[in-house]
């Protein structure tokens, strides 16, 4: 059977078509499909920059918050006191010590270079304590408030400068316990007048006992060395002193315990009274940097301070002889002063604000670690350095401290304060004071008289 010619023409070109149309469709999947994959790279390409300028963007935001936190706490902590005008003086003690030999001025500008660093090294411990609560806030205060005196120490004993560092934790238990706690007294005394103010008689009276064990602690080896009894000359006396170091060291340990567990504890005030301050007070009393912010700074003036220390103990017995000032007269007043420079302040303001708990755990109990702690502890670092370092402070320093640390007792004994009281403790200080200034120190070659 003949095939049609045209038939088979349309067939053929039907096939024809359909396989152009099946070309084209293939070809439109396939520009699809690349389209697609175009795009997602586009995409992706198009995304990668667009994450990078956020992320970036976030950096920069965060550096800005950091940065301008830090310009804050700067002018927080180095602009607003007037006081702070005196930190300059450090940096011009170094630059003086590296141009000239000038041992006064030496002295005499890293003294002021240290009294603003530990009022400020005080106001970060204050800081920090508002993040700790009232019982560690209160000991944190008492133990950053002595960290001078005890850097100062570590510098001298490290010297061999053994009479320095007796002499200037002796001058600042006498510091705390008549100058520091005599302006208080005198100024809450003047501005209530009119009544007498009260503190709590128990835990006065239990600092008073451990300032006397202290005393009894210092005592005994003097007395063993000037009577000549001692069963081993010099290494008796020794002996006694490091024993005594280590069980007042153990005393000191037991009272903190006690602070830190009993209910009745000496910084338990601190929170009685701030409750009941009314909300203006309660805004006042807000800190003012972050706990952290805390932390760094009382790292950095510690680190300073140590520095300045080591410029001041060096220029000690240059400026004693620049400035014809015994060298006891330096030790046991002047670098005391500086040292309880944030104590004094914060007892007197407290003791205006009719606050004399806190007072009286800033000026009693810092000298009471300064005689549970802080010499112990310079005896047994001594002993591990190999220094000779004891509790034999000398006849003249130890009577001074026992009849202060008498007259403190029997001023607290009644549990009230007035300007009165201040002013006789005040009076008190000012005997001490000129006592120093003309005595000579046996064990001091720069107070000895020449021999012709």
Same mark, same amino acid.
């Given at each position: 059977?003949?095939?049609?010619?045209?038939?088979?023409?349309?067939?053929?070109?039907?096939?024809?078509?359909?396989?152009e149309?099946r070309?084209?469709?293939?070809?439109?999947?396939?520009?699809?499909?690349?389209s697609?994959?175009?795009?997602r790279?586009?995409s992706?390409m198009?995304?990668?920059?667009?994450i $990078?300028?956020?992320?970036?963007?976030?950096?920069?935001?965060?550096c800005k918050?950091?940065w301008n936190?830090?310009?804050?706490?700067?002018?927080i902590?180095?602009?607003?006191?007037?006081?702070?005008?005196?930190?300059?003086?450090?940096p011009?003690?170094?630059?003086?010590?590296?141009l000239?030999?000038?041992?006064?001025?030496?002295?005499?500008? $890293?003294?002021?270079g240290?009294?603003?660093?530990a009022?400020r &090294?005080?106001?970060?411990t204050?800081?920090? %304590?508002?993040?700790?609560?009232?019982?560690v806030?209160?000991?944190?205060?008492?133990?950053?408030?002595?960290?001078?005196?005890?850097i100062?120490?570590?510098y001298a004993?490290?010297?061999?400068?053994?009479?320095?560092?007796?002499?200037?934790?002796?001058?600042?238990?006498? $510091?705390?316990?008549?100058?520091?706690?005599?302006? %208080?007294f005198?100024?809450?005394?003047?501005?209530?007048?009119?009544?007498?103010?009260?503190?709590?008689?128990?835990?006065?009276?239990?600092n008073?006992?451990l300032?006397?064990?202290?005393?009894? #602690?210092l005592?005994?080896?003097?007395?063993?060395?000037?009577?000549?009894?001692?069963?081993?000359?010099?290494?008796?006396?020794?002996?006694?002193?490091?024993f $005594?170091?280590?069980?007042m060291?153990? =005393?000191? #340990?037991?009272n &903190?315990?006690?602070?830190?567990?009993?209910?009745?504890s000496?910084?338990?005030?601190?929170?009685?009274?701030?409750?009941?301050?009314d909300?203006? =007070?309660d805004?006042?009393?807000?800190?003012?940097?972050?706990?952290?912010?805390?932390?760094i700074?009382?790292?950095?003036?510690?680190?300073?301070?140590?520095?300045?220390?080591?410029?001041?103990?060096?220029?000690?017995?240059?400026?004693s002889?620049?400035?014809?000032?015994?060298?006891?007269?330096i030790?046991v007043?002047?670098?005391?002063?500086?040292?309880?420079? =944030?104590?004094?302040?914060?007892a007197?303001?407290?003791?205006?604000k009719?606050? &004399?708990d806190?007072?009286l755990?800033?000026?009693?109990?810092?000298?009471?670690?300064?005689?549970?702690?802080g010499?112990?502890?310079?005896?047994?670092?001594?002993?591990?350095?190999?220094?000779?370092m004891?509790?034999?402070?000398?006849?003249?320093?130890?009577?001074?401290?026992?009849?202060?640390?008498l007259?403190?007792?029997?001023?607290?004994?009644?549990?009230?304060?007035?300007?009165?009281?201040?002013l006789?403790?005040?009076?008190?200080?000012?005997?001490?004071?000129a006592?120093f200034f003309?005595?000579?120190?046996?064990?001091s070659?720069?107070?000895?008289p020449?021999?012709?």
């Amino acid at each position: 059977m003949a095939k049609d010619p045209q038939f088979t023409g349309a067939k053929s070109h039907l096939e024809m078509g359909s396989l152009e149309g099946r070309a084209v469709l293939q070809l439109e999947d396939e520009n699809l499909v690349n389209s697609k994959n175009n795009d997602r790279r586009t995409s992706s390409m198009d995304a990668t920059p667009q994450i $990078s300028v956020f992320d970036a963007d976030a950096d920069d935001v965060s550096c800005k918050c950091m940065w301008n936190n830090l310009v804050r706490q700067m002018q927080i902590v180095l602009f607003s006191k007037k006081l702070n005008m005196l930190i300059p003086c450090g940096p011009l003690a170094i630059l003086v010590d590296e141009l000239t030999d000038h041992h006064g001025w030496i002295f005499f500008l $890293s003294l002021l270079g240290i009294i603003p660093l530990a009022e400020r &090294l005080g106001w970060a411990t204050e800081q920090l %304590a508002f993040y700790t609560g009232p019982t560690v806030g209160g000991l944190l205060n008492a133990t950053f408030g002595n960290a001078t005196e005890l850097i100062i120490s570590m510098y001298a004993l490290r010297s061999g400068m053994i009479r320095v560092v007796q002499q200037s934790l002796l001058g600042s238990i006498l $510091s705390n316990t008549l100058l520091v706690l005599g302006c %208080a007294f005198f100024g809450g005394g003047l501005v209530h007048s009119s009544k007498d103010q009260v503190f709590d008689k128990g835990n006065a009276v239990m600092n008073s006992g451990l300032l006397l064990m202290a005393v009894m #602690g210092l005592l005994f080896p003097a007395v063993l060395h000037f009577t000549h009894t001692e069963v081993h000359f010099g290494k008796s006396e020794l002996a006694l002193s490091r024993f $005594s170091s280590c069980v007042m060291l153990v =005393a000191y #340990g037991a009272n &903190l315990f006690y602070q830190l567990t009993s209910q009745n504890s000496l910084y338990m005030p601190i929170a009685e009274e701030e409750g009941e301050n009314d909300g203006s =007070a309660d805004e006042e009393e807000a800190p003012e940097i972050s706990k952290w912010g805390s932390i760094i700074w009382l790292s950095i003036l510690t680190l300073w301070i140590a520095v300045l220390s080591e410029y001041l103990v060096n220029a000690i017995e240059g400026a004693s002889v620049a400035l014809s000032i015994p060298v006891s007269f330096i030790s046991v007043i002047l670098l005391p002063i500086v040292g309880n420079a =944030a104590e004094h302040a914060g007892a007197v303001m407290f003791a205006v604000k009719d606050k &004399l708990d806190i007072s009286l755990g800033v000026a009693i109990g810092s000298s009471t670690q300064i005689a549970m702690f802080g010499i112990p502890f310079c005896v047994v670092v001594g002993w591990i350095m190999g220094r000779p370092m004891d509790l034999n402070f000398q006849l003249f320093e130890t009577a001074t401290l026992f009849m202060s640390v008498l007259v403190v007792a029997f001023m607290l004994q009644d549990g009230t304060s007035n300007y009165f009281k201040g002013l006789m403790l005040l009076l008190c200080y000012l005997i001490v004071a000129a006592s120093f200034f003309v005595h000579i120190d046996p064990e001091s070659i720069q107070d000895k008289p020449k021999k012709p």
